[in-house]
């Protein structure tokens, strides 16, 4: 039973990897769809952090 979950983990990213292939122009949508969800995302969480570092950066005065 040792290494079942890696065959397992790489039969799945290899089907994974042949229905990206295959569907390449809906790949590219649901990407773009998750990485500006993330960005957006990202960038409102990184806000207050950002605003911080500028008022204590001492290369902002």
């Known amino acids: 039973m040792e290494g079942s979950t890696k065959g397992f983990l790489a ?3 290899a089907v994974l990897l042949v229905v990206c ?4 122009e809906q790949t590219k949508l ?3 769809i ?3 969800l993330i960005f957006l ?3 409102v969480a990184l806000q ?7 008022q204590h950066s ?3 005065h």
């Not at 292939?21 to 390449?24: D, I, K, L, Q, R």
């Not at 207050?48 to 500028?54: A, R, S, V």
């Open 11 to 13: 039969i799945l990213f």
């Open 21 to 24: 292939v295959a569907f390449w």
């Open 30 to 32: 649901v990407g773009r």
């Open 34 to 36: 998750i990485f500006d």
């Open 41 to 43: 995302n990202g960038r």
């Open 48 to 54: 207050p952090l950002l605003e911080f570092l500028h």
């Open 58 to 60: 001492p290369f902002s």
